[in-house]
C-alpha cells in the first residue's frame, strides 16, 4: 500500500484527492492538513511514501515545508500542487528537491499514476506542462556551456535516457522506447543524476534542457 499525505489549504481540493486516490485500491490517505507547518511533523509520524503539497498556502506556503521535509533523514518524494503551469516558485521548488509537479485539475488517472509513478523513484513530468515548467526556469537563457559540458559525461545510451527523462517518461515507458528492461533503465537514470550533479529527474530534465538536448 502506498502512503500518502495530503497538505492544501482547500477543503474541496483535499476532498478530492482523498477521493481519487482512495478509489486506486493501492493507494492510502494516511494523513492531511491545511498548513505547512504541520506538514513535517506528520511524515515523521506517519511516514508516508509520497506527500502531494500545495506550493501556495496561507499561514505556511509549501516552499518552506518542502524545505522542512529535505532536511529530514529520509525525505519522501514530494509533489508539488499548483493551480498554474507556470509559477514564480517553481524555481525555487526545483532547488530544493521537489520531484515534479501536479496541476489541480489533473485528471483522476494521471494522478494515480503520477503517485505510483513518485513512490517508486519517478518523477512527476507530466508531456503537457515539462516543456513549460522547463522552459520557465530557465532564467531566459539555456546556459548552454556549463549544461553542455555536464551531458558530455555521458554515454550515448545516457544521453537518450535523459532525453526521455526531460520529455516526461517514465522508467517503464523509456524501457519501452528503448527495449531496455524496467531495472536496467533504473540504473541509467541513477548513473545519469550522479554524473551530473542533479537530485532528481526534473533537475536532470533541466540540463537535458539548457544543454539543448531537448527542446
Do not use: W
Not at 493507494?27 to 504541520?38: N, P, S
Amino acid at each position: 500500500m502506498i502512503k500518502v499525505l495530503i497538505a492544501d489549504d482547500e477543503d474541496l481540493i483535499r476532498s478530492g484527492l482523498r477521493t481519487i486516490l482512495a478509489s486506486a485500491g493501492d493507494i492510502e490517505v494516511v494523513a492531511e492538513c491545511d498548513d505547512g507547518v504541520q506538514v513535517a511533523d506528520l511524515v515523521r509520524l506517519h511516514r508516508p511514501a509520497v506527500v502531494l503539497l500545495d506550493i501556495r498556502m496561507r499561514t505556511c506556503d509549501g516552499l518552506d515545508a518542502l524545505r522542512a521535509l529535505m532536511a529530514l533523514p529520509e525525505p519522501p518524494a514530494v509533489s508539488m500542487m499548483t493551480t498554474f503551469d507556470v509559477d514564480e516558485y517553481v524555481r525555487e521548488a526545483l532547488r530544493i528537491g521537489a520531484n515534479g509537479f501536479l496541476l489541480k485539475d489533473t485528471e483522476p488517472a494521471h494522478i494515480i499514476k503520477a503517485v505510483r509513478d513518485l513512490a517508486t523513484g519517478g518523477a512527476v513530468l507530466d508531456p503537457k506542462v515539462a516543456a513549460r515548467v522547463v522552459t520557465t526556469v530557465a532564467d531566459g537563457a539555456r546556459a548552454a556551456e556549463p549544461a553542455r559540458q555536464l551531458l558530455s559525461t555521458l554515454s550515448d545510451r545516457e544521453l537518450e535516457v535523459v532525453g526521455l527523462v526531460g520529455h516526461g517518461l517514465s522508467n517503464a515507458e523509456i524501457g519501452q522506447q528503448l527495449h531496455l528492461s524496467e531495472a536496467t533503465v533504473k540504473g541509467y537514470v541513477s548513473a545519469v543524476l550522479g554524473k551530473i550533479g542533479a537530485v532528481n529527474r526534473v533537475q536532470a530534465a533541466l540540463v537535458a534542457y539548457r544543454g539543448g538536448l531537448i527542446a
